[in-house]
């Protein structure tokens, strides 16, 4: 299948290299050496050598599953929502430091990486981007400092994200 160009994206073959130019930026990938890449104005085309061995039909999927992250994220972008469940849990962003207050000691700082945006909404955090593996990457980082725990459910969630809740100890009512 095909991949095709919405207008005002440009791509390009550099030296084992395929560079993708849109809207919002511009993002490039390293090819592997099994996978021909034929680019034109308005579609780009994935081939192979060999249909019947495996490791090649697997980079060409691969392959063309990246290039067309690339191809939606300099048009559209990605985003990841973030919630923060618990009392007095909170968090703000100056710059490209992301600050939590996330029932620690100490507010714990984040460096959001370059080419990532947060924006901090009452208890969600958004972490946007055009590089679809760097969004993905940074949400789970940031999650990754205060997990959700299963009893109360306090911590930082992805939004779809459905917690199994565990019920908590019955024991010692009454019983001798």
Request: proline share 4%.
């Amino acid at each position: 299948m095909p991949i095709e160009l919405p207008k005002g994206t440009q791509a390009k073959l550099e030296s084992g290299f395929i560079i993708v130019k849109g809207p919002k930026g511009e993002l490039k990938i390293k090819l592997h050496d099994l996978v021909k890449v034929d680019v034109s104005d308005k579609e780009i085309k994935l081939s192979i050598a060999d249909m019947s061995k495996g490791k090649e039909k697997a980079l060409w999927g691969l392959f063309r599953s990246l290039i067309k992250n690339m191809v939606v994220g300099v048009n559209e972008g990605y985003a990841k929502k973030l919630e923060i469940n618990g009392v007095g849990y909170k968090a703000a962003i100056s710059g490209s430091k992301l600050t939590l207050n996330v029932g620690f000691s100490h507010p714990v700082i984040f460096e959001l990486p370059a080419g990532i945006k947060a924006e901090v909404q009452a208890n969600n955090i958004i972490i946007s981007g055009i590089d679809k593996q760097l969004v993905g990457e940074t949400a789970a980082q940031i999650r990754k400092i205060r997990k959700p725990e299963p009893y109360k459910g306090k911590g930082i969630k992805y939004s779809d994200e459905i917690l199994r809740r565990k019920a908590g100890k019955t024991a010692g009512k009454g019983e001798k």
